[in-house]
């Protein structure tokens, strides 16, 4: 059986032959939640871009499949492409305070997907807007609908990006990193409201993060990416019980406790990173051979 | 209450710079060498005839008796008779307005038109080998200044191939009969297509001369701010939303890239604005920027001054407008 998402081998790299993602595969079956952590520029974002067809135009896809409901998603034409991910798929981004229009207001910015290019009556997709701000317990909808983003705080614009990710009612959501610019307050708010939207949605998601506090609480199971390479992938059970690479279990005890965040950051060790840095200099070797 | 606040300094701060620009141009004009009586009488004219023109056009007296004798007239709404035509100097400077406006409105509207219609291609096109084709005709239009596009312009469309007429705003013939000075606007309500095609043909050539280097600049300011706003995190999602990369452009993007560069094109506009004295000279058009040099080849110090203070109001007036659309186009300030 094929997974509803799929990637198979997926290679990306720069136009001057820097790899920026090493053969990834991960499968996501319908309604999974799965985790995607690693350090900054492990090519966290560079995944969901791919899904999504969001690519910057720097980058290139060197081989690999994305399969989505069975589909490659690479082998459909940019419109054809725009079609299955907007019908289907949706964006929560990392940061909420650049990803809303400031000269849209808040309403259009949820309703625009469903009357635009679903081709739901105004009504009907004002009608929508107005339970999903309740769902996402945004008070005064009203009022929300009519602003404009700079008048709401950051917690509440994401409230509202979750509101639209949701909006039409996606098989598949890929929220990336979407609570590292809020306060820490707001950010174990937003976290359980994504993981309740989602489960009662039965939304496929793929969470990126790098709060391990914040896998074990949604996710299901989880990638380990570290320099563009999956180095573990597991049940979130296992991993927190039985990590099966050294960079797995050094991440572990680098994590400050969900809940203690002032506990001390532990680094990973150099000796630890070196080691997977020259794994996986050896398995580019072998990769641009075999090309 | 901001709003009111802002354009309350803004209007004190017109005032002072008319004021400045009065006493700068009063003392600047009768200092330099020349001057309007001797140009007025006849070789061989006496001392005693030298006298008593000075005393009628009040030359005799002191700068600064002369300057607020002015100035009260001005505030009356008396700007003198001008000595050359021998004419109020209002009425001869409002009779030529609405050509100067009506040239360097038409020349901002192609102006936006081209410029903004480059960046969006170059935009649109971005990354590939057009883009630099389009950036290499900015940078040449943006080199030329607007009165050697006037005179290529002249000898392709009005010597060459004579298309347009390259002298003066309508033709005598056609002997209209409008109620305004406001040639074009008026054919275009009245529905008057002959007269309409005739003003063009006269107008096209100077108003597109004018128009280029601000159409570069536009095209460069925009295209520069669009591309910024391209990578901004709402635009991407706007494309994960299904929309296709014309509506990304144009209805995400285009909105707020063109608020920053509009600031700019506003103070680029004065500069259109001060272009129309060669172009309409070079064009005989008959216009304000025609008049001025008129009115400095033969010293006539008031209607110099009315039209300097007229071109002033109008720069400060730009500006002003620019800075009140820009404050109710965005929605930070409007509220805020
Ligand atoms: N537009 C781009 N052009 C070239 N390289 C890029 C571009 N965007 C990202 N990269 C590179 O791709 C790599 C992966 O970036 P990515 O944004 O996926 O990292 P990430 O894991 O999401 O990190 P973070 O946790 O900081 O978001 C990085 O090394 C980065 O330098
Ligand atoms: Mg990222």
Redesign the pocket.
């Known amino acids: 059986m094929t997974a509803f998402l799929s990637i198979r081998n997926l290679s990306i790299s ?1 136009q001057n032959g820097e790899r ?1 993602l090493r053969s990834v595969n991960m499968d996501l079956a319908r309604g999974d939640v799965r985790g995607l952590v ?1 350090e ?7 995944i969901g871009k791919a899904i999504l067809g969001i690519l ?1 135009r ?2 290139k896809i060197d081989e690999g499949e994305i399969l989505f409901q069975g589909k490659n998603l690479l082998n459909l034409n940019p419109r054809e492409l725009r079609k299955e991910i907007g019908a289907n798929a949706a964006l929560i981004p990392q940061d909420p305070l650049t990803a809303l229009n400031p000269s849209h207001r808040i309403g259009r910015q949820i309703t625009n997907r469903l009357i635009d290019i679903l081709g739901w009556s105004k009504s009907d997709a004002v009608k929508r807007t107005y339970d999903l701000l309740d769902e996402v317990r945004i008070p005064d909808p009203k009022r929300v609908i009519n602003s404009f983003p700079h008048e709401l705080s950051g917690g509440m614009r994401q409230r509202i990006l979750i509101a639209s990710a949701f909006a039409a009612e996606p098989k598949l959501i890929i929220a990336d ?1 979407p609570t590292t610019a809020l306060d820490v307050t707001v950010q174990k708010q937003i976290v359980s409201l994504i993981g309740e939207m989602q489960s009662r949605h039965g939304t496929t998601l793929l969470f990126v993060t ?1 709060d391990l506090g914040v896998v074990s609480k949604v996710c299901q199971s989880l990638s380990v990416l570290f320099l563009g390479k999956v180095i573990e992938d597991t049940s979130v059970s296992l991993f927190f019980d039985n990590p099966s690479h050294p960079y797995s279990r050094a991440l572990l005890t680098a994590t400050p406790k969900y809940t203690d965040p002032n506990s001390d950051l532990i680094p990973v060790s150099e000796k630890i990173l070196n080691s997977v840095k020259e794994e996986v200099l050896r398995l580019d070797r072998e990769w641009s051979n075999g090309r | 209450m901001p709003i009111l606040k802002r354009l309350f300094i803004r209007i004190l701060s017109i005032a002072v710079t008319l004021i400045g620009v009065s006493i700068i141009v009063f003392v600047v004009i009768r200092v330099v060498p020349g001057n309007p009586i001797s140009m007025m009488l006849p070789p061989g004219a006496t001392d005693d005839d030298i006298l008593r023109l000075k005393i009628l056009y009040g030359f005799d007296k002191s700068i600064i008796e002369q300057f607020f004798i002015w100035i009260s007239g001005v505030l009356s709404g008396d700007f003198g008779t001008s000595i050359s035509l021998r004419q109020p100097v209002l009425s001869l400077v409002l009779g030529r307005l609405p050509a100067t406006l009506e040239l360097s409105l038409l020349a901002l509207l192609i102006a936006c038109i081209l410029g903004g219609t480059l960046s969006l291609l170059g935009t649109r096109l971005r990354e590939t080998k057009i883009e630099g084709i389009i950036d290499g005709i900015n940078g040449m239009a943006m080199s030329i200044p607007d009165f050697l596009w006037g005179l290529i312009f002249i000898l392709l469309f009005g010597v060459m191939w004579p298309i347009f007429h390259i002298s003066g705003r309508i033709s005598p013939f056609l002997d209209i009969d409008y109620s305004t000075q406001f040639y074009l606007v008026e054919s275009i309500v009245r529905f008057d297509l002959k007269v309409f095609a005739d003003l063009l043909a006269h107008m096209l050539m100077p108003a597109v001369a004018l128009s280029i280097p601000l159409a570069a600049i536009i095209s460069q300011l925009l295209k520069q701010s669009l591309k910024e706003t391209m990578h901004l995190d709402y635009v991407t999602l706007s494309r994960t939303k299904g929309y296709s990369e014309n509506h990304v452009i144009l209805r995400e993007a285009l909105p707020n890239a063109v608020l920053p560069t509009m600031t700019l094109v506003g103070v680029q506009f004065t500069f259109l604005i001060g272009g129309t004295v060669i172009i309409e000279r070079l064009f005989s058009y008959e216009g304000l920027g025609n008049m001025a040099i008129d009115a400095v080849i033969n010293r006539d110090l008031p209607l110099i001054q009315g039209i300097v203070i007229l071109f002033a109001l109008i720069f400060t007036l730009v500006n002003l407008l620019v800075d009140l659309t820009y404050t109710l186009l965005n929605p930070k300030l409007r509220n805020g």
Not at chain 1, 40 to 46: H, Q, T
């Open positions: 720069l920026i690693g900054s520029g492990a090519g966290k974002s560079m910057p720097a980058l990193e790098h």
